[in-house]
């Protein structure tokens, strides 16, 4: 089935520099590639996602990119701030239907001033 | 916005127990999904229904059953349960669009 890497499982940035985060997966029919966000004592909560008809989709501070042939994804936010730290997790959507997700190990950002 | 509860929110027990988590979503969607959460693992399926009396296997099923009464109510049975099965347990829902919206949370201990 499918599998989804994440790296790198921890990231420090300095406030106001861009953190970026990667993914890769196995399944080329996988379709859809969603990004969440997990503050601490928190749920997981959708912030951007991106389908395989597109190679860029931007939501503010938030940039994800997805290259098709190389089965990697990323995301990307700039000018990163305190709220910005979490944990967030990519994950792949095997099925064309979106009937389940296939998560990454997660990366934990942290911002500092 | 789609609300997820889930109870209990803590839960201990001792190898060997029965444990039951519920998880009622009100928003009428169709799948609602079992995940656990480990450090390292990121979020693992455990389970998965798409409507009332359907029951999908996800990617890490063993020791668990599941149970979906209504299309509302989602449950998850550790029938035996281990030390291994320690861990942050979610459920959520999805309906007509691909966003999941995750309920709070079960942490639960088996000693």
């Known amino acids: 089935g499918e599998q989804v890497e994440q790296l790198p499982s921890i990231l420090r940035v300095q406030e106001g520099s861009s953190a970026s985060i990667n993914c890769s997966y196995e399944?080329?029919?996988?379709?859809?590639f969603p990004w969440y966000k997990q503050e601490p004592g928190e749920n997981p909560k959708l912030i951007i996602d991106?389908?395989?008809?597109?190679e860029r989709k931007q939501i503010q501070e938030l940039i994800v990119l997805l290259d098709k042939k190389a089965k990697r994804f990323s995301l990307h936010i700039t000018d990163t701030q305190p709220g910005d730290s979490a944990m967030y997790f990519c994950?792949?959507?095997?099925?064309?239907?979106?009937?389940?997700?296939?998560f990454g190990q997660g990366t934990s950002l942290s911002v500092v001033p | 916005e789609a609300a997820v509860t889930q109870s209990p929110r803590n839960k201990v027990t001792v190898t060997g127990g029965n444990v039951t988590l519920s998880c009622r979503q009100t928003n009428s969607h169709n799948y609602m999904y079992w995940y656990r959460q480990d450090t390292g693992h990121g979020l693992r399926l455990i389970h998965y229904?798409?409507?009332?009396?359907?029951?999908q296997i996800g990617d890490v099923p063993d020791g668990y059953k599941a149970t979906r009464t209504t299309q509302e109510d989602f449950f998850l049975l550790l029938e035996l349960a281990s030390p291994s099965q320690t861990s942050l347990y979610f459920c959520?829902?999805?309906?007509?669009?691909?966003?999941?919206?995750f309920g709070p949370g079960t942490r639960l201990t088996v000693l």
């Open positions: 991106i389908r395989s008809n597109m």
């Open positions: 959520a829902s999805r309906g007509a669009y691909a966003e999941q919206f």
């Open positions: 994950a792949a959507s095997p099925s064309s239907s979106f009937s389940k997700l296939v």
């Open positions: 229904s798409y409507g009332a009396g359907n029951l």
């Open positions: 399944d080329s029919a996988s379709n859809y």
